[in-house]
């Protein structure tokens, strides 16, 4: 087998663990993902997987399409194809029978116990991954500034899209000759 098809391969194990990880969305394995494409398999810097983290906040769609972008650096479009299958095939499977399942269990005891317990696993594995791409993103004064900007300008401003704060951070960090 070439080099191309074991990288292949690789990027469809890694995208497969990480959608049937993936509790809570794609958010719950930023950390994750960014300990596999650049600890283990070396595919990106810390840089470009913030980079293409940043953009899967601002494109149209599931900000999770930055795994496309990830698998389409490591082999080209079949890579690219490779990822996308693997990020959201498995996830849609594993929801599609358990929503029939949960349907089936609508009004039981455990169904409600269940919801609740992992409300906090979500919220922790969502809170895992900002804490992951913050490390990332923020190394000086001035990304700490706009960080704080930005959440500032998302707690008080409530009908403010998000995607203008992270524009107008990128721009500010832009103009202040930042990465």
Do not use: C
């Not at 409600?112 to 594995?125: D, E, K, M, T």
């Amino acid at each position: 087998m070439s080099d191309t098809g074991g990288a292949n391969l690789s990027v469809l194990g890694v995208f497969s663990l990480l959608s049937i990880l993936a509790v809570g969305g794609g958010a719950a394995v930023i950390p994750e993902t960014k300990a596999l494409v650049i600890d283990t398999h070396h595919w990106l810097t810390d840089d470009q997987f913030r980079d293409i983290y940043g953009l899967g906040q601002v494109v149209p769609g599931p900000n999770m399409l930055m795994v496309i972008v990830i698998g389409y650096h490591v082999t080209g479009l079949f890579g690219a194809l490779l990822a996308f299958i693997g990020f959201f095939l498995p996830a849609s499977l594993i929801s599609l029978g358990t929503s029939r399942l949960w349907d089936h269990f609508e009004g039981s005891p455990w169904r409600a116990s269940l919801q609740r317990g992992l409300a906090p696993l979500v919220v922790g594995l969502m809170a895992a991954g900002t804490v992951s791409i913050g490390r990332t993103a923020i190394d000086g004064w001035q990304t700490v500034a706009i960080a704080v900007a930005v959440f500032a300008g998302m707690w008080l401003a409530k009908r403010v899209n998000p995607a203008i704060l992270v524009l107008g951070g990128g721009v500010v960090g832009m103009l202040a000759g930042l990465k």
